[in-house]
């Protein structure tokens, strides 16, 4: 387990995010362009209680699965961290199926509940993919314990592949029947990405894993008790941190239409609400999908260390996280922030109208990226040193004050559905800071703010400016979208030429990414020429 190996399993599922994101591009563009905004509203309606049903099922375990291998890895002890994989699979087969048949069950009872009746069809279709992934997160966390994040990333990208073929394929052929069908059949795409995604993930392990280890022969029901137990102790707490932030989709989905509706904005409540979810939050989900997996890779790296009281290589995963949050969410906030019309616009342009008002909601979730970024790596580093609960408390805290937040601020007119980002973003600053003091008494928190704070910061805020005024230069010569992409293009390389400049990161550093030490040998060979 060597200290840098996190960095190059989070810079493999940032690579494979990056790539479904692009292949969900080929999904939700053409969906949102081509559905109204009623529509969306039935498309997106069961995703706040589809994630949470989701993260109740798989959030906690697979991090359990991940921390638990790790230790025993470290521990030389092949045959035990294989009976976890078992007795996790038999628990997250349960659970999965249990939380589908209640998704399913309850698909009248949720849509009525939430102002949306028609909806009831997207409920239904998406109910399935609950157990499949259920159990496909298993093979995840699988893989993970051991640090190879590969087979994580692959599977990841044909789950995404079969939900745009057969999502998008569903929501044309259905148009006809009435936009709540095609809604349903464009949500029916998450369940057949979800059996994909299993099926290759099996595979892999059939062929790669299952001949290379030794089997770990009959498992005892004490043995199976004592394993379960360890899990859920790791898990539960991972579990009720993470359902928080479903649960907070769904505290906008029960208040912002309701509040919306109070100051007299009955016709557009719908509308706001799919721009808040399936417009300006659908952006956010791009950049979070690359923290999201240092939060992943970073759990058995630390576990590890922690286990073996090795503290230098401890302290070593935990700077490394923090700043990769920083390297990675500073220019995200900045660039989501400064060009939110520009991509709205750009990704967007049958619905100019919806764009005009969407961008605005961006440009906040955007300033708040960074510090949703810091919370989720935080959150790995405190889970793999054992403080499970800690995470979830201190965004516990956020989400409370989010309910009256988001009831006070959607009420005020000027502010309307604005107010719920706002409120999500001071969510997200709190529970970030109260991560960060809960890491540094732990005594490990051992950074250089100038290197690790203040040069991402200065090399985002000027990339910032630059990006705005080549914009605005470009559009006097091409279009506004050949504009907006040469504009981000070339805000990037400016960003990365910074980063090198104000010794944010250096040449020794970049080989700690896949493929990092070809380009050093392409930088050394171009700055010799």
Known sequence: MKKKSFIKGAAILGISGILVKGIGAFFRIPLANFLTDEGMSFYQTPYPIYNWLLVVSTAGVPAAI???????????DEIGAHKVFRVSLSLMAFIGLVSSILMYALAETIAVAVKNPLAIYSIRAIAPAIVFISVMSVFRGYFNGHQDLAPYGISQIFEQLGRVIVGLGLAIALLDRGEEFSAAGATFGATAGAIVGFLVIFLIYEFKYKRRHLAPGVISFEERRQIIRRLLVIAVPITLGASIIPIMSIIDLALVMRRLTAIGM???????????????GALINIPQVVTAGIQISIIPAVSSAYALKNYHELRANIR???????????????????MAREIMYLLYPMQRQVVASASG???????????????????????????????????LV????????VYYLVSIPALNIRGAALSTLITYFIAAVLNLRSLKNTGHLVMEKARYVLAPLAASLIMGIFVKVSYLGLTRVVSDGMATLSAIFGAVMVYLFLLF????????????IPGGKKIRKLVKRRSNE
Do not use: C, H, W
């Open 501 to 512: 400049y104000f010794k944010g990161i250096s040449m020794d550093e970049l080989e700690m």
């Open 266 to 280: 009955v016709e557009q409540a719908n509308d706001l609400y799919g721009q808040l979810t399936a417009y300006a």
């Open 320 to 338: 490394n996280g923090i700043r990769t949050a920083l390297i990675l969410g500073l220019p995200s906030s900045v660039g989501l922030s400064v």
């Open 66 to 76: 991940a921390k638990t291998i790790s230790e025993r890895l470290a521990e030389d």
């Open 361 to 395: 909601i961006l440009q906040i979730l955007g300033i708040g990226f960074v510090f949703l970024s810091l919370f989720q790596v935080t959150s790995g580093v405190l889970q793999g040193m054992g403080k499970q609960t800690t995470p979830a408390k201190n965004l």
């Open 398 to 405: 956020g989400a409370v004050l989010k309910v009256f937040l």
